[in-house]
């Protein structure tokens, strides 16, 4: 009866031990009598013949992340640079994963560190900090190909570090200082030319409102001496207007006068005579030479008036 127990026991444990639980997102491959035959086991509850089946292969099928570590590459102008990457991937055929490749992971990192000395040997220093979109692109063509044999789907590769080393580096920031100075200097040139483009164009904007100004003063001054000398004419005019009408009421009043007494003529021509002789006498009083030319008749026809007016007197 133990005996039996005992075996019943055992035979319970056995049949036991083939049951195998399986994780949602995990898949496992069975080999029976160390040769695969196709069998899989998925998420769930699953049994395998105990001694003869057993689980030779377990492994997620959700996307993974492998962390390429840092590694020396040498670009195109034979600069020396650290470079590391992240890689995220996943098995899309368990069977080739397992069987195609031993170690999938060690495998995966040594072709990605391989790839990225690859593409870096490729471009020059300066172009490793501007085409890292591209060389992510080129190293996920390359890897995913490369992979598809071992059934693993590569989905992205991201360039994390590019580190220099630290001669470059240093030459790097000794560069970069003297471009800033350099562009300091450019600029601090560009504000001196704007400032005295902008001096000289507000000294001759100056000048020529100045220029305006004065244009506008003489054209004022023209205008106002030519009026001055419009009204000055004017006020000559109207003066000799004046003049002449006065000469001529004086002229008529004379007139009337010497037609109502005849000796009104002698007293005229004596005021002649008398107003040339003042006249002469000016000119002689003058310290320029002069020559007089008289005509002695008027001289005598002048004293006779001037006798005959005195005798008339007394």
């Given amino acids: 009866m133990s005996t039996f127990l005992i075996l019943a026991l055992a035979l319970g444990g056995t049949a036991l031990s083939g049951i195998k639980i399986i994780n949602q997102g995990d898949e496992a491959l069975v080999e029976q009598l160390g040769k695969y035959k196709g069998k899989r086991l998925e998420p769930g509850i699953n049994y395998v013949i105990p001694v003869l089946e057993r689980v030779a292969y377990r492994q997620t099928l959700?996307?993974?992340?492998?962390?390429?570590?840092?590694?020396?590459?040498?670009?195109?102008?034979?600069?020396?640079i650290t470079a590391d990457a992240v890689v995220y991937w996943r098995i899309v055929d368990l069977e080739k994963s397992f069987y195609r490749v031993e170690n999938l992971q060690m495998a995966m990192t040594?072709?990605?560190?391989?790839?990225?000395r690859s593409e870096m040997g490729k471009l020059e220093l300066d172009e490793t900090f501007t085409a890292r979109e591209r060389v992510n692109e080129v190293l996920l063509q390359d890897l995913d190909i490369a992979t598809d044999p071992w059934g693993v789907k590569v989905t992205r590769v991201e360039l994390r570090d590019i580190i220099p080393s630290k001669a470059v580096q240093e030459s790097m920031e000794l560069q970069m200082s003297a471009e800033?100075?350099?562009?300091?200097?450019i600029l601090t040139s560009e504000g001196e030319r704007e400032s005295a483009v902008n001096s000289a164009r507000g000294q001759a904007e100056a000048q020529v409102l100045e220029a305006e100004a004065r244009q506008k003063a003489a054209i004022l001054a023209a205008e106002a001496e030519r009026q001055a000398i419009v009204l000055k004419a004017r006020a000559d005019q109207e003066r000799q207007v004046l003049q002449a009408q006065a000469t001529a009421?004086?002229?008529?009043?004379?007139?009337?006068?010497?037609?109502?007494?005849?000796?009104?003529?002698?007293?005229?021509?004596?005021?002649?005579?008398?107003?040339?002789?003042?006249?002469?006498?000016?000119?002689?009083?003058s310290n320029s030479s002069k020559v007089m030319f008289m005509d002695p008749r008027n001289i005598l026809s002048t004293l006779e008036s001037l006798k005959t007016l005195t005798g008339d007197q007394a």
């Fill in 249 to 285: 009421q004086a002229l008529k009043i004379v007139a009337q006068s010497l037609q109502q007494d005849p000796k009104a003529a002698e007293a005229l021509q004596f005021l002649m005579a008398q107003s040339y002789l003042a006249t002469g006498q000016a000119i002689g009083t």
């Fill in 62 to 80: 959700r996307e993974r992340v492998l962390d390429i570590p840092p590694q020396q590459c040498i670009t195109r102008d034979n600069v020396s």
């Fill in 180 to 185: 800033r100075r350099k562009r300091a200097a």
């Fill in 110 to 116: 040594n072709l990605v560190l391989t790839q990225i």
